[in-house]
């Protein structure tokens, strides 16, 4: 369950609350890039292309490139911050806030490419308008990973864009600071909202069962159907 595509945002708002957490320390800050990329290679592997057995290798190399990548970029994002002598305490902390999106949206790049490699290597069936099996192709799974890793890019931005600048206007009211104890709440239901927006608005933008036409493929496949297009399961 907490891998469906129903179970993200039940399943991952905790650890979005996490990753925009203000004041990080180094030890935080690895430790809620590491908690988010270990549930998106999860959610990759679980919603992949499975027409194709992937062997647990594949896995492991997926999720070690994916959290390596993620905590090094998020790590060298806040040392810059922390050394930016020009910024103002109030600017350096708000800057710091929006750090946590290009670590996730590069890091989410890598975790699919790298969850889903096998794809790339052996490639996906791809089916002509009757359902039936034409064969397997490489250029197919590249156009898969392609709108998958640009689904991935575009989730993230509302969920960790939004909350901060929302966040920063509702810190200067008079209740939130009369009542600090409920900043994390509040952050809580902001994160949430954005992630309710964000999934199904990233998961539309392509469909799961991508078309595409066969003079683009290998010219084994365009010769073994006379279909002009022809259809493959992207994954989500």
């Not at 399943?11 to 690895?30: D, R, Y």
């Not at 590491?34 to 992937?54: D, E, G, I």
């Not at 708000?94 to 890598?110: G, K, T």
């Not at 069936?125 to 064969?135: S, T």
Request: hydrophobic share 50%; proline share 8%; with cysteine.
């Amino acid at each position: 369950m907490p891998f469906r595509m129903s179970g993200y945002i039940p399943f991952g708002t905790p650890i979005v609350v996490g990753l925009l957490l203000p004041n990080q320390t180094l030890a935080s800050t690895v430790f809620w890039q590491w908690l988010n990329q270990s549930h998106n290679a999860c959610v990759n592997y679980a919603n992949r292309n499975a027409t194709k057995p992937s062997p647990a290798s594949k896995f492991i190399q997926g999720y070690l490139g994916a959290v390596i990548s993620a905590v090094s970029i998020a790590v060298g994002l806040n040392v810059l911050v922390q050394k930016a002598n020009k910024f103002t305490p109030a600017t350096r902390l708000l800057v710091q806030r929006f750090v946590p999106f290009p670590a996730v949206a590069s890091a989410n790049i890598c975790n699919v490419v790298l969850m889903r490699y096998g794809e790339l290597e052996e490639g996906i069936d791809v089916l002509d308008g009757d359902g039936n099996l034409v064969g397997s192709s490489k250029i197919a799974a590249r156009h898969a990973l392609l709108e998958t890793a640009l689904t991935r890019v575009v989730l993230p931005m509302p969920i960790l864009v939004l909350p901060p600048i929302v966040m920063s206007v509702l810190e200067k009211t008079a209740l939130l600071q009369a009542r600090p104890r409920l900043l994390l709440p509040v952050q809580s239901l902001v994160c949430l909202a954005a992630f309710g927006l964000a999934l199904p608005l990233a998961i539309s933008l392509f469909p799961q069962m991508s078309e595409i036409e066969t003079s683009q493929l290998e010219p084994e496949i365009a010769r073994a159907t006379s279909s002009r297009t022809v259809v493959y399961n992207k994954g989500l």
